[in-house]
């Protein structure tokens, strides 16, 4: 089946550790993007990419990194410079960057939390 | 102002209601609107496109109005399965509304 995975599922971390989120889809989609989600709260961007070696930042982009090796791989580092990690993290992708009518298909989620 | 803005909620209606949900968007320049609905501790799923002419999928139905830089959806008919959390996005921007909290009461 096509789709996106990410994990773990849950995951924790002790404060001043860095904690790696994986993102892989099988979809062929060139671009592909991390939300951080509150409680309560909507969907912020983090970080997004549109090709293979290419990301920019979304209005959360401090604390965190991402890299872009691979078209189906887009994994997320939280930094021990994010101050309040705890979290749910969507990543999603789209078919091509920068195309408007573009629908966003999102993986399960992983949630953060430290301890 | 932030980009794109909806009321948060919640809407508790009863089962057979009718229930509209609005969200507003700053950037006159915005081509696309979606809506999508998340189930509590759940990833978002697409509901429905807006198309400018406004566009309806069962008792759904999902309208643009670009002079007033909002679009909507009315959902008809509330089921209690209905209950979820409702999220616009601009998707030019990648941005996503805060979410309507929508709860449906037998």
């Known amino acids: 089946d096509g789709g996106i995975t990410q994990s773990p599922k849950y995951l924790f971390r002790k404060e001043g550790q860095n904690v790696t989120l994986s993102c892989e889809q099988n979809?062929?989609?060139?671009?592909m993007y991390w939300y951080r989600q509150d409680p309560g709260q909507g969907l912020r961007l983090i970080y997004y990419s549109q090709i293979v070696n290419d990301f920019q930042k979304g209005d959360i982009a401090e604390g965190y990194s991402v890299s872009r090796e691979k078209k189906e791989s887009f994994p997320l580092t939280v930094t021990s410079a994010q101050k309040n990690p705890t979290a749910f993290y969507l990543c999603?992708?789209?078919?091509?960057?920068?195309?408007?009518?573009?629908?966003?298909?999102f993986g399960p989620g992983t949630r953060l939390l430290v301890l | 102002r932030k980009e794109v803005e909806q009321d948060p909620g919640p809407f508790n209606v009863p089962e057979g209601a009718t229930v509209a949900f609005n969200c507003t968007y700053s950037n006159s320049a915005s081509q696309s609107f979606f809506w999508y609905r998340q189930d509590c501790r759940k990833e978002p799923k697409l509901l429905m496109s807006?198309?400018?002419s406004g566009n309806e999928d069962g008792r759904f139905t999902a309208q643009l109005n670009r002079a007033s830089q909002y679009i909507s959806l009315l959902i008809r008919d509330s089921k209690l399965s209905d209950s979820a959390t409702y999220l616009c996005v601009v998707n030019n921007d990648m941005r996503f509304g805060a979410g309507t909290r929508l709860t449906v009461k037998p």
């Open positions: 999603a992708s789209t078919i091509r960057g920068g195309q408007s009518q573009e629908t966003q298909y």
């Open positions: 979809l062929n989609h060139d671009a």
């Open positions: 807006v198309y400018s």
